[in-house]
């Protein structure tokens, strides 16, 4: 069975760092794009990144670009997501995605509290 | 970007009521549109793709139609389990992006 599983969210000042890692296992890793995803609190869902089968070809939400790096490690079968210059607007949930065309199956989920 | 837009924003039913949710795409998507639920507290999880292909798995009271623009979401015979929050998203052209959501509440 396909699963991904996140870690590394947590509580950081605004101006701070951050990096997501989310860990996939149950299918070919290599073989599929993956995306990170968000939920600001009571807020509907919004695409952060994308990044392609090979890493070659990354695409960002104009809401993070400049501030955001997606990258994966085939070998690790994991994807992550370093954050910087967080924002108080960055607090949410981040899921973390197979892309498919559609997406399945998301994460547990890994909250980001931006606050001083 | 296209712009998924749902209706309504927020749905009271009662137990037994037959739903319709409704997506429109801001252009033509074909049928590449996909339905997701979510549960307070938890991820979202597919429910169709392809706008009427059903997930392995998801209750046969739930069916998706429509192609091109517009796009709807039934459930036949509402179940207790079926109180929860709804988006649609297309996946016709990068970056694929979501409808708000449909908040469908106990009446």
């Known amino acids: 069975e396909a699963q991904l599983v996140e870690s590394g969210g947590g509580l950081v000042q605004p101006g701070g760092s951050l990096r997501l890692s989310c860990a996939a296992s149950?299918?070919?890793?290599?073989?599929?794009?993956m995306r990170w995803v968000r939920q600001a609190p009571g807020k509907g869902l919004e695409w952060v990144s994308i990044?392609?089968?090979?890493?070659?070809?990354?695409y960002y939400a104009d809401s993070v670009k400049g501030r955001f790096i997606i990258f994966r490690d085939n070998s690790k079968s994991t994807v992550y997501l370093q954050m910087n210059s967080l924002r108080a607007e960055d607090t949410a949930v981040y899921y973390c995605?197979?892309?498919?065309?559609?997406?399945?199956?998301w994460g547990q989920g890994t909250l980001v509290t931006v606050s001083s | 970007d296209i712009q998924m837009t749902q209706s309504p924003s927020t749905l009271s039913a009662s137990v037994g009521d037959r739903v319709t949710i409704i997506c429109r795409a801001s252009?033509?998507?074909?049928?590449?549109l996909a339905w997701y639920q979510q549960k307070p507290g938890k991820a979202p999880k597919v429910l169709i793709y392809?706008?009427?292909t059903l997930e392995s798995g998801v209750p046969s009271r739930f069916s998706g139609s429509g192609s091109g623009t517009e796009f709807t979401l039934t459930i036949s015979s509402l179940q207790p389990d079926d109180f929860a929050t709804y988006y649609c998203?297309?996946?016709?052209?990068?970056?694929?992006?979501f409808g708000q959501g449909t908040k469908l509440e106990i009446k």
């Open positions: 995605v197979k892309d498919v065309g559609w997406f399945d199956p």
């Open positions: 149950g299918f070919t890793f290599s073989s599929h794009a």
């Open positions: 990044i392609s089968v090979s890493g070659d070809k990354t």
């Open positions: 252009q033509s998507i074909s049928s590449w």
């Open positions: 392809k706008a009427s």
């Open positions: 998203q297309h996946y016709n052209s990068y970056p694929y992006t």
